[in-house]
């Protein structure tokens, strides 16, 4: 069984950027892709960008297009997002997630997911 552990959030200020990690372990990653998910208190969850694990294509949410940034390291079993030009509607936990069958783009499509890790942005 795969887990993923996500870290790397915290509290920035406006403007500023963090970089989100998730470690696949318990075995290698033999997925279709891997996807970044956010949920804002009283939200529901929202696609915010996935990998294809062979090939490397990306996929993003139009609010973060041109900010934010999936990659993976097939060696580590490891996908980041690195998240530049950071705004308060940013503000949500955001959770990894290993893709299962069908779009991308929907929660529905995953089937093992991380525990979450809180990105705060202040104004």
């Not at 996935?50 to 996908?79: E, L, Q």
């Amino acid at each position: 069984q795969v887990r993923m552990v996500e870290s790397g959030g915290g509290l920035v200020q406006a403007g500023g950027s963090l970089r989100l990690s998730c470690a696949a372990s318990g075995r290698t990653v033999s997925a279709y892709a891997m996807g970044w998910f956010r949920q804002a208190p009283g939200k529901e969850r929202e696609f915010v960008a996935a990998i294809t694990w062979s090939v490397g294509g990306t996929f993003y949410a139009d609010s973060v297009k041109g900010r934010f940034t999936i990659s993976r390291d097939v060696a580590r079993n490891t996908v980041y997002l690195q998240m530049n030009s950071l705004q308060p509607e940013d503000t949500a936990v955001y959770y990894c997630a290993v893709h299962n069958s069908g779009s991308v783009f929907s929660s529905y499509s995953y089937g093992i997911w991380g525990q979450g890790t809180q990105v705060t942005v202040s104004s």
